[in-house]
């Protein structure tokens, strides 16, 4: 394992939910609306409202493929033109590690890792599944959310910090199970990106119906973290006649090439519409989504602002820079992003133990010492940041 002159913070781990991460604390009243298992054709599936759902192809997580095994694919170097069955190589045993804390913290010892935001799996495919069923949407994540304090803690021992799964579809019950997660001294919430499908219709996140929310959230000091996941921008591909959406590993030329991108639609309706200036403590972090949207939505806040000032209480660039927080992929321009948003506002991750992310998580100071980092920006991303975060502001 890669030896660094400090323990650091990796705001990009995962755990692998147990099978009863959604039924262990659902009224079994729900179970046919929202999750449950069933055996089809002599395989273990999970069913979301009565569907076979396949986000993640094997749900189960046992067997499970090794942590970081697609790794060159991921750095785009794949000469053998190999498919996902053969990038993902034999498959292995669940380790005790993706599923228990204390073996967890262990590991972390090992590594070298001093603390780590621990985030979903199969939670982040689920919201849309569920999105013409909200009160059985809001039972599961609040199911969901139960089992992760009970099984991984929200700040355990002060160094795994588990981020649970808050939906806004419903706002006044976003607000109730912020408050259950405030009370079990959550330091993080998760949710995916896009926009919020409420009972009235599509709505961004920065709508003023959701002021209440968002208010809370900035009295609390807590950070907000958007998250990869399915989308309603997942259904957008299926309209290019791309079969098969929902399959995360689902690899296709297409997708490898299309633009339409929910983390940064989000930020910029937060910023079109004024959020953090309602809402000055306000702190957003961006995970596992990559940095090349911020590229791109730099060009556009250029644009705009330069045509429409007055749509803005300030350059949305500065305000950007002050509200949010990317965590780049190891492959992306980490120099271009430096010199973009400045060191203090760039968070490691190496999304371990997934197969796009790194075996060896602190490895990830190979890439910034190849894009020049010194080693003061190093520590910076790599412990600092992430350690800020996981601290609440103060009243």
Request: glycine share 8%.
């Amino acid at each position: 394992m890669t030896e660094l002159p400090f323990k650091f913070f990796d705001c990009d781990n995962h755990f692998y939910e147990a099978t009863d991460a959604y039924t262990r604390h659902l009224d079994p009243a729900l179970s046919r609306r929202a999750m449950q298992w069933a055996q089809i054709d002599g395989k273990t599936r999970l069913l979301v409202g009565g569907k076979i759902n396949r986000f993640i192809p094997n749900p189960t997580f046992d067997p499970v493929a090794k942590p970081g095994a697609m790794d060159e694919y991921f750095r785009g170097r794949n000469p053998k033109s190999a498919g996902t069955i053969e990038l993902f190589g034999e498959l292995e045993p669940i380790r005790p590690e993706y599923r228990d804390r204390d073996a967890r913290l262990a590991l972390m010892d090992a590594q070298g890792m001093q603390g780590a935001i621990l985030l979903p799996t199969l939670g982040v495919g689920m919201e849309q599944a569920l999105i013409d069923d909200r009160p059985a949407l809001v039972a599961a994540v609040h199911a969901y959310n139960q089992w992760m304090d009970e099984d991984w803690g929200f700040a355990y021992h002060e160094r795994i910090f588990a981020a649970p799964y808050i939906t806004l579809v419903d706002a006044d019950a976003a607000i109730r199970e912020l408050e259950w997660a405030l009370e079990r001294d959550a330091r993080f919430t998760v949710m995916v990106g896009g926009p919020v499908m409420t009972a009235a219709g599509g709505r961004s996140p920065a709508d003023p119906m959701f002021d209440p929310f968002w208010a809370r959230v900035s009295e609390a000091g807590i950070t907000t973290l958007y998250h990869s996941g399915d989308t309603r921008y997942s259904a957008y591909l299926t309209d290019w006649g791309e079969n098969s959406h929902t399959e995360a590993f689902r690899a296709t030329a297409f997708r490898s090439l299309s633009s339409a991108n929910a983390i940064q639609d989000t930020i910029a309706s937060m910023l079109a519409h004024g959020l953090f200036h309602r809402f000055p403590r306000l702190r957003v972090g961006q995970i596992e989504s990559g940095s090349d949207w911020v590229f791109h939505l730099f060009e556009k806040l250029t644009k705009s602002y330069g045509q429409t000032p007055h749509l803005y209480p300030e350059d949305p660039r500065e305000t950007f820079k002050r509200h949010v927080w990317v965590s780049p992929f190891y492959e992306d321009r980490l120099g271009a992003l430096k010199d973009l948003i400045a060191v203090d506002r760039i968070l490691m991750g190496s999304d371990y133990p997934h197969v796009e992310g790194l075996a060896d998580p602190a490895s990830y100071i190979k890439d910034l010492r190849n894009f020049d980092y010194t080693a003061e920006e190093c520590e910076k991303v790599m412990r600092h940041n992430g350690i800020g975060l996981s601290q609440r502001l103060p009243a």
